[in-house]
């Protein structure tokens, strides 16, 4: 880095790399947990059900404002009782 000149842009320390590992946390979360099934068959069947629930749920909060959230979580809430009930 001395002999190109780059040795002040080079960032060192020990949170560096906080953005890059930020951005891969879903992944890492689904990762571990997946790591208690003990067959793949099982580990698929759950991922899908999973993938179909978190979507049904995940609402994308940030996105809509208040109100909006509300009625929707509420939908989707009595969708779910009917389906388990």
Same mark, same amino acid.
């Given at each position: 880095?001395?002999?190109?000149?780059?040795a002040?842009?080079?960032?060192?320390?020990?949170w560096?790399? *906080?953005?890059?590992?930020?951005?891969? $946390?879903?992944?890492?979360?689904?990762? #571990?947990?997946m790591? %208690?099934? @003990?067959?793949?068959?099982?580990?698929?069947?759950f991922?899908?059900?999973?993938? *179909?629930?978190?979507?049904?749920?995940? $609402?994308?909060?940030?996105?809509?404002? #208040?109100?909006?959230? %509300?009625? @929707?979580?509420?939908a989707?809430?009595?969708?779910?009782?009917?389906?388990?009930?």
């Amino acid at each position: 880095m001395n002999e190109l000149g780059n040795a002040k842009k080079q960032e060192v320390g020990r949170w560096a790399n *906080n953005r890059v590992e930020n951005s891969h $946390l879903p992944f890492r979360r689904r990762e #571990r947990a997946m790591q %208690r099934f @003990r067959q793949m068959k099982t580990r698929q069947k759950f991922a899908s059900v999973h993938a *179909n629930v978190h979507d049904h749920f995940s $609402l994308e909060r940030h996105l809509i404002d #208040r109100q909006t959230y %509300r009625e @929707r979580r509420s939908a989707a809430l009595a969708e779910w009782q009917a389906l388990v009930g």
